[in-house]
C-alpha cells in the first residue's frame, strides 16, 4: 500500500487501515462483552469466532509490507489500562477448561509443552491491540499500523494462535463426543512435560461441561 494511502484522512471503508481498525474494535468490545458473564452459555463458540476473525486482520497485517510510522520515536500513549478485572472474570467465566497445554515455538525441536491460560492469553492479546487502537484514536494511522504489525508478529499473533487452537480443541472434543484430560491441579507456574496432563488428574467427561458452555454433543 502507498504512503499516501497510509495517510488518509477520509475514513473509506474500503481503505485497509480503517478495516484492520475495525477488526480490532470488533474483537475488544466482543471480548469484554463475553466478560460480563451475561450469556456464559455460548462464551466458546463466541470466543472462537472472534479469535479467528481477528487473526485475519493479523495474516493481513502479516502478509502486508513493512509499515514504517511517521515518527522516528513512538509517541506515548500514556499508562495501559488495568486488565486485571478482565482476565479474573473471562478466569471464572472459563473454569474448569482455561489452562490448556501449549508450544511456544513449533520450530524449536525438543521443545516440552507448558501450560498456559485462556485468560491470560486473552487479556494480553487486548493489551496490545489496546496500545496501538489509542494511536489510531488519535489520528496516528500510521503509527497505529506499525504497533499493530510489529505486535502481531512479536506477541499477539502467536498468542491468539494459541488460544484459537485451545477453543477449537474444546469445540472439537464436544462435538465428537471425545472425554477431556481433567486440568484441575494444573497451574500455569508448573512445568509441563509430555505427560504430565495424564498424571495430574483424571478425566471429566464432555457432558460436564457441554450444557454450561453451550456446546452440544451429536446425537
Known amino acids: ?23 480490532v474494535e470488533s474483537f475488544l468490545v466482543a471480548v ?12 466458546v463458540p463466541y470466543l472462537l469466532l472472534e479469535v479467528s476473525q481477528l487473526l485475519l486482520a493479523g495474516g493481513r497485517l502479516g502478509a502486508h509490507e513493512d509499515i514504517v510510522p511517521d515518527e522516528r520515536y513512538e509517541p506515548d500513549t500514556g499508562p495501559d489500562a488495568d486488565v486485571d478485572e478482565l482476565r479474573e472474570n473471562l478466569a471464572r467465566l472459563l473454569d474448569p477448561i482455561d489452562v490448556y497445554s501449549e508450544v511456544f515455538d513449533p520450530y524449536e525441536p525438543r521443545k516440552a509443552p507448558v501450560p498456559a491460560r485462556i485468560s491470560d492469553d486473552l487479556t494480553d492479546v487486548i493489551t496490545d491491540l489496546r496500545h496501538g487502537m489509542a494511536h489510531y484514536r488519535a489520528g496516528r494511522t500510521s503509527e497505529a499500523l506499525w504497533w499493530w504489525q ?39 507456574d508448573q512445568a509441563m512435560g509430555d505427560e504430565t496432563l495424564e498424571i495430574e488428574a483424571g478425566r471429566v467427561m464432555v457432558e460436564e461441561i457441554a450444557g454450561p458452555l453451550g456446546l452440544h454433543q451429536p446425537k
Not at 469484554?32 to 462464551?43: F, N, R
Open 1 to 23: 500500500m502507498s504512503d499516501a494511502a497510509l495517510h488518509e484522512t477520509a475514513q473509506d471503508p474500503d481503505d485497509f487501515a480503517v478495516q484492520i481498525a475495525d477488526q
Open 150 to 188: 510489529f505486535s502481531y508478529f512479536s506477541n499477539w499473533g502467536s498468542t491468539a494462535s494459541a488460544t484459537l487452537r485451545a477453543l477449537q480443541s474444546i469445540v472439537a472434543h464436544v462435538r465428537l463426543n471425545q472425554p477431556l484430560a481433567e486440568l484441575d491441579g494444573l497451574d500455569t
Open 32 to 43: 469484554m462483552e463475553v466478560a460480563k458473564g451475561d450469556e456464559p452459555d455460548s462464551a
